[in-house]
């Protein structure tokens, strides 16, 4: 009998322990090998095209590089690799640009780990699997109203694009040589703008109606 494949495995995600958590996991599975980990999107391309994975378990909110950025640029060159989102969030925008991005799965954090090896397994057999939570995600999205148009000036929709790749305020202030102050000024307009306090709902109304651009 011919022994199947070892599915090859690479972890992106910024929380150490989470990483921690799940190279044990995968160190109980025969058929799964755990070849490389990553802290974000940057070094996930990186470490990708060193170890060449079979499948990914992607983070989406991640500094330096979100998950979305590094999947659509992951895909790009190398198509036959599949990506698994694995995170903490389920708002519409952030399944939908996941799927854009190529992700075939979309889990949650919660997932059981008999629930994650199948869905590894499934991911690396070409099969979708999406969370519970994201299916109802993609049926809100097909029942919203057209999207609201967000007049955000030049220097505004910048800033929101550093902050969707992440960066604080001191970085942000430093990618565009202003003071920490204009930028709070800027963040403040820009949650205002977006009907929003939250710099994570901005993100993900920034990620549903194509706000800043992911490929920069």
């Known amino acids: 009998m011919v022994q199947a494949r ?57 500094p330096e590089m979100d998950g979305i950025t590094a999947t659509r640029l992951i895909r790009q060159q190398f198509p036959n690799i599949k990506v698994v989102a694995l995170t903490s969030y389920t708002d519409e925008a952030l399944v939908q640009a996941a799927l854009n991005a190529g992700v075939i799965s979309y889990l949650v954090k919660s997932i059981s780990i008999d629930a994650l090896g199948d869905a590894i397994r499934d991911a690396y057999a070409g099969k979708a699997t999406l969370a519970r939570e994201a299916t109802q995600a993609l049926v ?43 930028v709070k000024k800027h963040v403040s307009n820009i949650l205002t703008k977006l009907n929003t306090n939250s710099r994570t709902e901005a993100v993900a109304i920034a990620v549903r109606h194509n706000l800043v651009n992911h490929t920069s």
């Not at 809100?140 to 000036?153: H, M, V």
Request: aromatic residues 2%; charged residues 20%.
């Open 6 to 62: 070892t599915i090859r495995v690479l972890i992106a995600d910024d929380h150490d322990m989470l990483r921690s958590g799940l190279a044990v996991f995968i160190e109980t599975c025969h058929d799964i090998k755990l070849v490389g980990e990553a802290a974000n999107g940057l070094e996930a391309i990186v470490v990708c095209s060193q170890v060449q994975p079979d499948v990914i378990l992607m983070d989406l909110l991640m």
């Open 140 to 182: 809100n999205a097909a029942q919203r109203p057209p999207a609201p148009i967000y007049r955000l000036s030049k220097r505004e929709h910048e800033v929101l694009t550093l902050i969707v790749q992440g960066k604080s305020n001191r970085e942000i202030a430093h990618c565009l040589t202003v003071g920490v102050s204009t």
